[in-house]
């Protein structure tokens, strides 16, 4: 083999490369076992579930989340009514279900900043085979931004203005953009060219016009 090959798979299977792949993500990244129990983590779950080495939660549960119901919860099991629906609780049983990969959304309440938040989660978890144990590798992933655009939105049934979710009004194109990347460009279509601008328009569409008009 070309040392050149030689040095590149060594680089690519070193430990420092499959760490910079996991803390590229920016969505937190976990390695649990069937019970939850945190292994390791990228920089983003680091950053959203504990900030640090010290400080990072040792197993997965509402507490780590950081869920309002987490107060509700008893030793005989979840006591709130979000908590039997709750996509990260399905997890263990799905697992020793032998189901994965298993994916699901899942919406929880986090209290920061002394307000309660609404986010919406896509949970992915995939087998991730390993000489010392099964374990998993989990994704938490925020689509709150993308599920706003699955709820009936109110249009004025005259000027086109949408009802955001603070009760204001604003263009459509203003509301979309509010969700997505998506960047707006003027253009006319034909039909309103036809109208606005008529003189400009093909002289074989006025003969058509004409003779259809004559007819």
Not at 27 to 33: A, G, Y
Not at 40 to 54: F, M, P, T, Y
Not at 161 to 181: A, C, K
Request: hydrophobic share 35%; with cysteine; glycine share 6%.
């Amino acid at each position: 083999m070309p040392e050149k090959a030689i040095k590149k798979n060594q680089t690519i299977g070193g430990e420092a490369y499959l760490r910079g792949i996991m803390d590229a993500f920016p969505s937190p990244v976990l390695v649990i076992d069937s019970s939850l129990v945190i292994y390791d983590s990228n920089s983003a779950a680091k950053r959203i579930l504990g900030g640090d080495e010290e400080s990072m939660p040792t197993r997965l549960d509402c507490h780590a989340i950081g869920c309002i119901h987490a107060s509700s919860i008893f030793d005989q099991g979840p006591h709130a009514v979000e908590c039997f629906t709750c996509a990260i609780r399905q997890i263990p049983s799905a697992l020793c279900a032998d189901m994965p990969p298993f994916k699901k959304t899942a919406t929880i309440h986090v209290a920061r900043d002394g307000q309660v938040h609404k986010i919406r989660l896509l949970v992915n978890c995939a087998p991730l085979h390993r000489t010392d144990g099964r374990h998993y590798i989990l994704t938490l992933q925020d689509v709150s931004g993308l599920s706003g655009l699955q709820r009936i939105v109110p249009i004025c049934s005259f000027c086109r203005n949408v009802q955001n979710g603070h009760d204001r009004w604003e263009p459509i194109h203003t509301y979309l953009q509010s969700f997505s990347t998506i960047v707006f460009s003027h253009k006319i279509c034909p039909e309103c060219a036809r109208k606005q601008y008529p003189d400009f328009v093909d002289p074989a569409e006025k003969g058509n016009a004409r003779a259809s008009t004559a007819i």
